[in-house]
């Protein structure tokens, strides 16, 4: 079953988003949701009140808002995907709860808290678990809620964070009229989608050209306007706080499904130029501190806007079906994500930075977080990355393939992987993905079909990749273009393989102050530094922690921008459980670098960069650099030095 298809009403998405379970993780990819499901996320509700058992979602007397939804958000994919008996179980109580809390005229959840905010995560949630389950009571109990809010959302609209963030109801909308085709749900969609902030507004004339602190003063206003409300509206709160915008990103593709106005379309696009250009950091994610805060590589990042950022991207994936989405997608994922998480995934930081040189308790430049925020913990500055985390990864897995209109298969994103859903006529198909993508570059699919069956089978090439090798039973066919979808149509025979090698070579990206970023096809390197960690609070496996440096961090590389291949050698290696280790990395940069001696910490993180590119005269070093996501202490911008330059 596909989620969208075309209708007189609206428009078609260029792939059909396959259901929950559909796609399986392989390989490396499967041991981050086994992390998972050993990790913070298989126990929060142990360890952490405003999900425990008092949760206002599961009938008690404690936290009745967001954390619960946000919870299920994560924990029912990453049950279902695992096939958990223990995490299901646990899944099972919410929505027990939350089916059998609908009232008759069909509102549902904590009584005493009517904000439409987070019923539309938990209707989020309602829709990964009718998909692995294909529970009858959800489309009826779902129907019966969006009756209920097309009646009242006229006298009770949208305010405060459903205002910023409808377009997850609209998403849930559209999912629904896909099963239904009840004309009603498009009716409440168009009223959902007026009642919200305009995001597309918001970037097409995008506003917020440099950091929030340039325009609002956010500690000096919160003492001269104690109104919530009040100080909202006045700093225009809601437009550039990062999670917010994260989730806006998916609004002009919902609003383009249902207008069809190539306005909407070009307002994506713009978002994230807007958001790059402005915002931007080397791991393809943009900055906020809570707000948009420049390109400054010592801001942080929320990690609720990474998780919510590439769910936006699945959307824009799905709707417009471009292979750049696609690589914007593994670049946070891969980067991004694993940054913020140990190794073990016991604990989160609030902010990651791009050059993260020192973690602790202490104050930083950050524009309204607090001292704890980069602390790796259970809940370090404020509990919504502790509860909203956990959905990363399973969507990540669910959104790897795609069906197409015409009935055929998309490989969007790699990853270890199986896909098994029917094609064009209705055959049963699975394809194995075997592969050590991204830290390797081949990707091997076998067809497993019960009878021979003709369907397209279509592969991105990224664009990042200009000499892509595609065989077809150890037959080479013509080489694939970049940032485009390479077509294989024929009939296929139980066994037929397909072995996509998507060479990597080292590029440079340029970033704050003409720093460069280091990158091998989707993986951004960053300098390994020697990693202490030091306990600061609570009960291992989940307790707080600083990580200070036991090696120098204040390196500029020595690069040639022209031929930066010619700088590192890189070595390869076996992809072990957890690739994400900085100490057993499988592939490595190794290159040249000195020391810059007045580049120093400033307010606890790495200081003001200097201007690149810069000069040296001290000796030459020998340094490793190591996949973003393992290095939980980097410098991932780096000054660098022109190769060849003495002083």
Same mark, same amino acid.
């Given at each position: 079953?596909?989620?969208?298809?075309?209708?007189?009403?609206?428009?078609?998405?260029?792939?059909?988003?396959?259901?929950?379970?559909?796609?399986?993780?392989?390989?490396?990819?499967?041991?981050?949701?086994v992390m998972q499901a050993d990790g913070l996320t298989g126990h929060l509700d142990e360890i952490w009140e405003p999900v425990g058992p008092n949760s206002g979602w599961l009938g008690g007397p404690g936290d009745n808002w967001e954390r619960g939804p946000y919870?299920?958000?994560?924990?029912?994919?990453?049950?279902?995907?695992?096939?958990?008996?223990?995490?299901?179980? *646990?899944?099972?109580?919410?929505?027990?709860?939350?089916?059998?809390?609908?009232?008759?005229?069909?509102?549902?959840?904590?009584?005493?808290?009517?904000?439409?905010?987070?019923?539309?995560?938990?209707? *989020?949630?309602?829709?990964?678990?009718?998909?692995?389950?294909?529970?009858?009571?959800?489309?009826?109990?779902?129907?019966?809620?969006?009756?209920?809010?097309?009646?009242?959302?006229?006298?009770?609209?949208?305010?405060?964070?459903?205002?910023?963030?409808?377009?997850?109801?609209?998403?849930?909308?559209?999912?629904?009229?896909?099963?239904?085709?009840?004309?009603?749900?498009?009716?409440?969609?168009?009223? &959902?989608?007026?009642?919200?902030?305009?995001?597309?507004?918001?970037?097409?004339?995008?506003?917020?050209?440099?950091?929030?602190?340039?325009?609002?003063?956010?500690?000096?206003?919160?003492?001269?306007?104690?109104?919530?409300?009040?100080?909202?509206?006045?700093?225009?709160?809601?437009?550039?706080?990062?999670?917010?915008?994260?989730?806006? +990103?998916?609004?002009?593709?919902?609003?383009?499904?249902?207008?069809?106005?190539?306005?909407?379309?070009?307002?994506?696009?713009?978002?994230?130029?807007?958001?790059?250009?402005?915002?931007?950091?080397?791991?393809?994610?943009?900055?906020?501190?809570?707000?948009?805060?420049?390109?400054?590589?010592?801001?942080?990042?929320?990690?609720?806007?990474?998780?919510?950022?590439?769910?936006?991207?699945?959307?824009?994936?799905?709707?417009?079906?471009?292979? *750049?989405?696609?690589?914007?997608?593994?670049?946070?994922?891969?980067?991004?994500?694993?940054?913020?998480?140990? *190794?073990?995934? &016991?604990?989160?930081?609030?902010?990651?930075?791009?050059?993260?040189?020192?973690?602790?308790?202490?104050?930083?430049?950050?524009?309204?977080?607090?001292?704890?925020?980069?602390?790796?913990?259970?809940?370090?500055?404020?509990?919504?990355?502790?509860?909203?985390?956990?959905?990363?990864?399973?969507?990540?897995?669910?959104?790897?393939?795609?069906?197409?209109?015409?009935?055929?298969?998309?490989?969007?994103?790699?990853?270890?992987?199986?896909?098994?859903?029917?094609?064009?006529?209705?055959?049963?198909?699975?394809?194995?993905?075997?592969?050590?993508?991204?830290?390797?570059?081949? +990707?091997?699919?076998?067809?497993?079909?019960?009878?021979?069956?003709?369907?397209?089978?279509?592969?991105?090439?990224?664009?990042?990749?200009?000499?892509?090798?595609?065989?077809?039973?150890?037959?080479?066919?013509?080489?694939?273009?970049?940032?485009?979808?390479?077509? +294989?149509?024929?009939?296929?025979?139980?066994?037929?393989?397909?072995?996509?090698?998507?060479?990597?070579?080292?590029? &440079?990206?340029?970033?704050?102050?003409?720093?460069?970023?280091?990158?091998?096809?989707?993986?951004?390197?960053?300098?390994? +530094?020697?990693?202490?960690?030091?306990?600061?609070?609570?009960?291992?496996?989940?307790?707080?922690?600083?990580?200070?440096?036991?090696?120098?961090?204040?390196?500029?590389?020595?690069?040639?921008?022209?031929?930066?291949?010619?700088?590192?050698?890189?070595?390869?290696?076996?992809?072990?459980?957890?690739?994400?280790?900085?100490?057993?990395?499988?592939?490595?940069?190794?290159?040249?670098?000195?020391?810059?001696?007045?580049?120093?910490?400033?307010?606890?993180?790495?200081? &003001?960069?200097?201007?690149?590119?810069?000069?040296?005269?001290?000796?030459?070093?020998?340094?490793?650099?190591?996949?973003?996501?393992?290095?939980?202490?980097?410098?991932?911008?780096?000054?660098?030095?022109?190769?060849?330059?003495?002083?």
């Open positions: 079953m596909a989620t969208l298809t075309d209708t007189h009403n609206l428009a078609a998405t260029a792939f059909l988003e396959l259901p929950l379970g559909t796609v399986q993780p392989e390989g490396w990819l499967r041991n981050q949701l919870y299920c958000d994560g924990l029912i994919p990453l049950a279902y995907l695992l096939g958990n008996a223990r995490l299901i179980r *646990k899944a099972e109580n919410w929505i027990e709860w939350t089916l059998n809390s609908q009232t008759a005229e069909g509102n549902f959840g904590p009584p005493d808290n009517l904000d439409w905010w987070p019923r539309m995560v938990m209707l *989020k949630a309602l829709v990964q678990y009718y998909e692995a389950t294909r529970d009858v009571r959800v489309i009826p109990f779902m129907t019966r809620y969006f009756r209920y809010q097309a009646e009242a959302l006229p006298r009770r609209p949208l305010e405060n964070w459903g205002w910023a963030r409808g377009a997850e109801n609209v998403y849930c909308t559209y999912w629904l009229y896909s099963i239904t085709r009840d004309e009603s749900l498009l009716s409440l969609a168009e009223l &959902t989608l007026t009642q919200m902030l305009d995001w597309t507004d918001v970037f097409t004339g995008f506003p917020f050209v440099r950091p929030t602190g340039f325009y609002y003063d956010a500690i000096g206003l919160t003492k001269a306007i104690p109104s919530r409300e009040e100080f909202a509206r006045l700093t225009n709160y809601h437009a550039h706080h990062v999670v917010n915008v994260a989730m806006g +990103i998916k609004n002009p593709a919902l609003h383009y499904l249902f207008r069809g106005d190539r306005r909407y379309r070009d307002a994506a696009d713009l978002a994230i130029h807007n958001l790059t250009k402005h915002h931007g950091q080397v791991a393809g994610i943009f900055t906020g501190d809570e707000h948009l805060s420049g390109r400054n590589p010592s801001q942080g990042t929320e990690l609720c806007a990474v998780v919510e950022y590439m769910f936006s991207l699945h959307i824009l994936l799905k709707t417009f079906g471009e292979a *750049k989405y696609a690589d914007l997608l593994e670049k946070v994922a891969y980067n991004a994500l694993p940054a913020t998480l140990t *190794k073990d995934l &016991t604990a989160h930081q609030y902010d990651q930075q791009a050059n993260q040189v020192l973690v602790s308790l202490a104050k930083r430049n950050w524009y309204d977080n607090n001292d704890e925020a980069n602390l790796f913990g259970l809940e370090p500055n404020f509990g919504c990355c502790t509860a909203n985390m956990h959905q990363g990864w399973p969507k990540f897995v669910k959104n790897l393939w795609f069906a197409t209109p015409e009935g055929g298969l998309v490989a969007a994103v790699y990853a270890p992987s199986s896909v098994t859903t029917r094609v064009g006529n209705g055959t049963l198909v699975t394809i194995t993905e075997t592969t050590e993508y991204p830290f390797h570059d081949r +990707i091997d699919l076998t067809v497993h079909v019960p009878e021979p069956t003709a369907f397209p089978l279509h592969l991105r090439i990224p664009h990042w990749c200009d000499n892509a090798e595609i065989e077809v039973n150890n037959a080479a066919l013509p080489q694939g273009q970049a940032g485009t979808y390479y077509r +294989i149509a024929r009939r296929w025979q139980d066994g037929d393989t397909v072995r996509l090698t998507l060479p990597m070579k080292v590029t &440079t990206s340029a970033w704050f102050q003409n720093s460069a970023g280091i990158e091998r096809g989707p993986l951004v390197f960053a300098l390994r +530094i020697k990693e202490r960690w030091q306990k600061l609070r609570g009960a291992e496996p989940f307790a707080d922690w600083e990580v200070h440096p036991d090696s120098p961090w204040n390196y500029a590389l020595l690069l040639n921008p022209e031929r930066p291949g010619d700088c590192f050698s890189v070595e390869t290696g076996a992809v072990p459980f957890q690739p994400y280790d900085s100490s057993a990395s499988p592939v490595v940069l190794k290159g040249k670098a000195r020391r810059l001696k007045d580049w120093g910490l400033e307010q606890n993180s790495a200081g &003001t960069l200097p201007m690149s590119p810069v000069t040296s005269e001290d000796a030459d070093e020998n340094v490793e650099l190591v996949p973003y996501g393992a290095a939980k202490l980097r410098i991932a911008e780096f000054p660098w030095i022109a190769a060849g330059v003495k002083g």
